[in-house]
């Protein structure tokens, strides 16, 4: 299964609270467990987050994490049918940032949304959770 959380490198605050938060959550899994679930950061500044700069991010928290990159419109798509907004906003110096929504969703094994976690995330329960959801697939 994948966790998968909408963000950017350049976040000052949602971003690497919550992958902070997911590296706890995923240190509290079990080794067979952890490695049939995916934490993947998904970009939405892909003019910034190039594969390089977004690698080095996401492995800062945990070196089994994933970034994704791509194009614009493509994560825009994406991020639409799973129901996490984006934009991006102008500021007043010139430059941008991104408000985005701070969400964790749940990709299911057969790539479907399946549920989402919205902050502030707990790991302890996160897990809980988690573990319930997989019984229904491993069942």
């Known amino acids: 299964m994948d966790f998968s959380f909408f963000g950017f490198t350049h976040c000052p605050d949602i971003c690497p609270t919550t992958l902070s938060t997911l590296n706890s959550f995923y240190q509290l899994l079990d080794g ?18 190039n594969p390089k700069i977004l690698h080095d991010y996401v492995r800062y928290f945990n070196k089994e994490f994933h970034g994704i990159t791509g194009d614009f419109f493509e994560i825009k798509r994406f991020a639409s ?5 984006f934009n991006k906003v102008m500021l007043d110096e010139g430059g941008y940032t991104v408000d985005h929504g701070s969400q964790v969703v749940l990709i299911n094994p057969f790539g479907h ?8 995330l707990d790991p302890a329960k996160l897990k809980l959770t988690y573990r319930s959801i997989r019984a229904t697939f491993n069942g």
């Open 113 to 120: 949304y399946h549920a989402f976690f919205k902050a502030p």
């Open 81 to 85: 049918q799973l129901n996490v907004p």
């Open 32 to 49: 067979n467990t952890r490695s049939n679930t995916e934490i993947i950061l998904v970009t939405v500044d892909p003019a910034r987050d």
